[in-house]
Structure formats: structure tokens, C-alpha cells
């Protein structure tokens, strides 16, 4: 059974209901691909991942197994997250998420912000829309059993497109179009003041002269996956 779940802190742009259907498939297909390298059984915790996953590339750019080990040490990071360059037309939802990840622990070079951008693309290719969860307002007081889903989250919903845009160093845009939205690049300078642009093509900000990565404890999944009450 696996226990390693980082949790994932969410938030949206202004507009953008992070408690809405649309943002509610974007979270599960980020948090499932985060998972989905290192855990065989990741229909048993995101039900209906794998039927949904029908991009032409692995999802966010993770060779299957490739980091296994990571994924089972002991949890010493939380993964924030935000919705960005969100839009919905039809049957497709797409978006961009942009994040970090915080250490309990001084000194991880990986601790060093921003870390990364995905852009996520769904289309609902049936009748079935899927459930949605019940919201979870309360950031403070997250629950274990509420890590994951215990429902399938995706119903009809097809994960068209799940890439990693860059990882520190890339260019941007890309050859294939996609882009670091400066939604991202607000939010960043939001949460870390005085990161710098050196190179107005590059998406990556660095940090300034004698930056020291924050530490936190472990926080708390937000919001957590709460199963709505009419599941079959």
C-alpha cells in the first residue's frame, strides 16, 4: 500500500473556482501524474486515471518507475500549486498549473523555487460527466484519508494533454507552443519577493544574491478529496 502522499496546497487565479468542476480535473490529473511514476496501483487512490490518460506523451514528462525511491522516503515536502491561464470552451477545460515545493528540511537544492509548470488539457468524450467531490473550505485541518480520491473523479473526461513546460531552464515559448503564462511568473514573485528575470526569453526567475529556501513543516492537503455522498 502506498503511504507517501506530498500533500498538494491549491489555489486558483482571481475568477477561477478552485472548487469547480472544471479546476476539480485539473487538480486530480496534476496530483495523479505527480503519483502515477512510482505507484502501480494509482487507479486504487485516482479512480478511472488510467482509463481518462489518453495523451501521446507520458504525463508531464515522467518515465514510468523512473523516481520510485523518491516517492517513498519519508515526507518532508509540501507541494503548493496554482491554477493559472485557465479557460473552458465547450467540452475541453484546459489550464496551466505552476508550483513549488517546500522542505522541512534546510539545504535540498530542489527546495530552491520555483520548480515547475504543467499545461493540462481534458475533453469530455461521453455522456458521463463524473461526480464532483464535496468542497473542503478548511485549509488547517486536512485529513489523511482525504489524500486521494475514493471516487472517479473523471467519468467521461479524457486527459488530452499532460506536459511539463519546463523544469528550470527552458526557453519560452517553446518549439511546440507552449509557453510560462505570466500569471505564473506573478504568483512566484507573489509567494518570493525579489526574484529576478535575467533573460526575458528564459521562463525561469532566479533567486537573488544570498537567497535561503524557506522551510516549513509538512502541511496539509488543500483541498482534500472528499467523496460525495451518491457514489454507486
Not at 482509463?51 to 507520458?58: C, G, R
Not at 513549488?100 to 455522456?127: K, Q, W
Not at 506536459?163 to 518549439?175: A, D, H, I, L, Q
Not at 510560462?180 to 526569453?201: A, I, K
Request: with cysteine; net charge negative; proline share 10%.
Amino acid at each position: 500500500m502506498f503511504t507517501s502522499f506530498t500533500p498538494h496546497v491549491w489555489s486558483a487565479e482571481e475568477g477561477v473556482d478552485l472548487f469547480g468542476r472544471g479546476p476539480e480535473l485539473v487538480r486530480a490529473t496534476t496530483e495523479a501524474g505527480f503519483y502515477w511514476p512510482a505507484v502501480a496501483e494509482i487507479d486504487d487512490y485516482f479512480p478511472g486515471f488510467t482509463a481518462a490518460l489518453e495523451t501521446e506523451h507520458e504525463p508531464f514528462a515522467l518515465a514510468r518507475w523512473d523516481h520510485r525511491a523518491e516517492y517513498l522516503r519519508p515526507l518532508n515536502e509540501t507541494f503548493f500549486l496554482h491554477i493559472a491561464d485557465y479557460s473552458e470552451a465547450g467540452s475541453v477545460v484546459s489550464a496551466t498549473v505552476c508550483s513549488y515545493m517546500l522542505h522541512s528540511t534546510p539545504g535540498l537544492d530542489d527546495a530552491d523555487p520555483p520548480a515547475s509548470v504543467d499545461r493540462i488539457v481534458l475533453e469530455n468524450a461521453g455522456e458521463t460527466a463524473g461526480l464532483p467531490g464535496v468542497v473542503d473550505r478548511d485549509p488547517d485541518h486536512g485529513s489523511e484519508v482525504h489524500r486521494s480520491p475514493s471516487w472517479n473523479v473523471f467519468g467521461s473526461w479524457k486527459i488530452r494533454l499532460g506536459r511539463s513546460v519546463f523544469g528550470g531552464t527552458e526557453r519560452s515559448p517553446r518549439e511546440d507552443g507552449l509557453f510560462v503564462p505570466q500569471e505564473c511568473r506573478d504568483w512566484w514573485l507573489q509567494q518570493f519577493p525579489g526574484l529576478m528575470q535575467p533573460d526575458p526569453d528564459s521562463p525561469y526567475q532566479q533567486q537573488p544574491p544570498g537567497f535561503v529556501a524557506p522551510v516549513m513543516p509538512v502541511g496539509v492537503q488543500y483541498p482534500g478529496w472528499i467523496g460525495p455522498s451518491n457514489v454507486a
